[in-house]
């Protein structure tokens, strides 16, 4: 883990996560080849490649016109909490690697999404 993720990257923006019970304030990466969390203090940076991401659902607010941030879950059974700025410009930039079964709005069933990707 001596060198990046990506080569390219496509987006960033300041996020902070639930990382074994606390949040921790970093900077998100998008790339070509998975998303980088950057953490400021303590040092630490995670990867999550786009292969291993099984689905994303999105925490909105307002009916829906704000979104305040995102889940992943990982093939391996990780799951990460997400809260972003800019966070309709992050999905749009995760749309371009994973497929429309892999993100759902908040409320909706993941069961029938989880059953498309096994």
Avoid at 4 to 20: G, V, W
Avoid at 51 to 74: D, S
Wanted: zero cysteines; glycine letters at 12%; a positive charge.
């Amino acid at each position: 883990m001596d060198k990046p993720l990506n080569q390219e990257i496509e987006f960033t923006t300041s996020a902070r996560t639930d990382m074994s019970g606390e949040f921790r304030s970093g900077m998100l990466a998008l790339g070509n080849t998975g998303i980088e969390f950057v953490t400021r203090a303590p040092k630490g940076f995670n990867w999550l490649p786009w292969q291993k991401i099984r689905f994303v659902w999105l925490e909105t607010m307002l009916g829906g016109r704000f979104i305040k941030g995102f889940n992943i879950a990982t093939t391996n059974g990780d799951q990460w909490q997400f809260t972003v700025a800019h966070a309709r410009t992050v999905l749009a930039f995760m749309g371009k690697h994973l497929g429309p079964q892999q993100i759902a709005r908040e409320g909706r069933q993941l069961s029938t999404g989880q059953q498309n990707l096994e």
